[in-house]
């Protein structure tokens, strides 16, 4: 059963294993900004390739240099509409300049194993706190001592770091300082459709954990998902302390069928 869960979050567009594009990178914030202000939504990934590749809209210097970019893109987030995650998202950032940083963050963790054993060192640093690079050096080397050398772990943590402040988690070039990101609406829409990929509902959509990664108090949290029911991104019912969730077209009937299995 384990396996099948984890098959259909594949398809959904979730990535598993082991290792992944923060090895030798950032989430690459700019670039995505710059690749989808020009690529229509709806495209396929060829078409992504193409951009970045062929017509290099990204100034790359040479095209092994835009062929190691792209292949970086396509593990951060997919750039094909036939993954959910994807669709979704590239949906969402259209509609919300504000909320694009955490948005890209969130698929970046979706897509990305290394990046994920990063989220709850960072997300238990209080806003004023200090984040060492040390410290998330040695939370790398935890699960698997031995299994990186210093120098890739130096990399590696500073690439971490790189996404979270990208995001508007962290601030600082070299000392690094724990802060408050700006959310929006559409970043809990977000949140809670990928706890709905993960099979949850209800109540449950509001306590996972990418509503955790979201600052705010459940009430606040509360008050984004009805403005994002009015904004009409989701439908949203709160009623005696009952909470429903849904998200009418985010997937085809395949999807939901995929996902009911």
């Known amino acids: 059963m384990a396996d099948d ?3 259909a979050l594949i398809r959904f567009g979730y990535r598993c294993g082991r290792s992944g594009a ?9 670039e995505l900004s710059t690749l989808l202000a020009n690529v229509p939504p709806g495209a396929a990934r060829c078409d992504y390739r193409r951009e970045v590749v062929d017509a290099n809209t990204l100034n790359k210097p040479t095209r092994k240099a835009r062929q190691l970019t ?7 987030y997919g750039l094909d509409p036939s993954l959910a995650v994807f669709r979704i998202f590239r949906q969402l950032w259209n509609l919300d300049e504000q909320a694009r ?3 890209a963050l969130m698929v970046a963790l979706v897509r990305d194993p290394l990046l994920r054993l990063s989220s709850d060192f960072m997300l238990a640093k209080h806003p004023g706190e200090s984040v060492q690079r040390a410290e998330l050096e040695a939370l790398l080397d935890t699960d698997d001592p031995d299994r990186f050398t210093l120098a ?3 990399s590696f943590a500073q690439n971490i770091n790189g996404t979270w402040t990208q995001a508007g988690f962290l601030v ?14 559409t970043n809990v829409t977000f949140a809670l459709f990928l706890g709905y990929l993960e099979g949850l509902t209800g109540e449950r959509l509001f306590a996972s954990e990418w509503m955790n990664l979201l600052p705010g108090s459940p009430d606040e949290l509360v008050l984004h998902a009805n403005s994002a029911a009015n904004r009409g991104q989701i439908v949203f019912m709160n009623a ?3 909470k429903e969730v849904r998200f009418p077209g985010y997937l085809s009937l395949a999807e939901e069928m995929l996902l009911h299995e």
Do not use: D, W
């Not at 923060?22 to 700019?30: E, P, W």
């Not at 792209?70 to 951060?76: A, G, I, Q, S």
């Open 240 to 242: 005696g302390g009952v």
């Open 22 to 30: 923060h090895a030798s990178r950032t989430m690459m914030l700019a």
């Open 152 to 154: 890739s772990l130096r």
């Open 101 to 103: 940083p955490v948005l």
């Open 5 to 7: 869960y984890e098959q």
């Open 70 to 76: 792209f292949r970086h893109l396509v593990e951060l």
């Open 172 to 185: 600082g070039r070299v000392h690094k300082t724990r802060i408050v990101p700006c959310i929006t609406p």
